[in-house]
């Protein structure tokens, strides 16, 4: 089966631009999650959606993230501009809800950004 | 609220002993707790879980008991291998809950 696919896995930009990372969730799951991981502040979760609506928001640091899921098997995680202090390993992750409490978060690979 | 904490790393140990990572939580009702594993360049992964006080979770040599009564879920291997070196995270979770609480992780090196 396939697991949560992330594109791309690696981007280097020049601050300012505009950044856009992609995830395709696991089939059949119905919760998504966006997380980001630096050694500074290990993983914070951004946003998560439910049945493609957006849940919990209160982890988008700044007004220039943005987060969209338009069907049940994309999403996007948007920054615009992009700064530095952006840069760090961000990770999709989708599970099953409701299920039943022990269904875990399945992990994407990761986009590796960079922000010069 | 609810939260996880993990003992601060870097562990650093030797190729074959015992392996012990405490992990404690907070929580206001009956969770899920789990282990996850972070190998380098890759996400996290599923090592094991428990649903319910007294659960004992194991995957690869892996162990951790669920514990009501110290809030406790300690994850330990009887012998580990260079191979087990990566970012170890214990985490739990509700059934009403999609979201999962994440500890800050512990990262294990193991020496040959």
């Known amino acids: 089966d396939a697991g949560v696919i992330q594109s791309p896995r690696h981007e280097v930009t020049e601050m300012g631009q505009e950044v856009t990372l992609r995830c395709k969730p696991i089939s059949g799951h119905n919760s998504l999650f966006w997380y980001r991981q630096t050694m500074m502040r290990g993983l914070e979760l951004l946003i998560y959606?439910?049945?493609?609506?957006?849940?919990?928001d209160s982890g988008m640091p700044e007004d220039r993230f943005s987060a969209k899921m338009p069907n049940a098997s994309f999403s996007t995680l948007k920054i615009q501009p992009s700064e530095p202090r952006d840069s760090a390993v961000y990770f999709c992750?989708?599970?099953?809800?409701?299920?039943?409490?022990?269904?875990?978060?399945?992990f994407g690979d990761g986009t590796r950004l960079s922000i010069l | 609220g609810d939260s996880v904490t993990q003992m601060e790393g870097p562990v650093t140990l030797s190729e074959e002993a015992f392996l012990t990572i405490n992990c404690t939580y907070t929580a206001t009702g009956y969770p899920s707790l789990f282990w996850y594993v972070q190998y380098p360049g890759e996400g996290l992964q599923l090592l094991l879980k428990?649903?319910?006080?007294?659960d004992k979770g194991s995957n690869k040599g892996f162990e951790a008991t669920y514990r009501k009564e110290t809030t406790s879920f300690h994850l330990e291997k009887g012998s580990v291998q260079v191979s087990d070196s990566a970012v170890y995270f214990c985490a739990l979770r509700y059934s009403s809950a999609s979201k999962i609480i994440f500890g800050s992780g512990t990262r294990l090196s193991i020496r040959p």
């Open positions: 959606f439910n049945n493609n609506v957006p849940i919990d």
């Open positions: 428990a649903t319910k006080a007294d």
């Open positions: 992750a989708s599970s099953l809800y409701p299920g039943n409490n022990n269904q875990p978060q399945h």
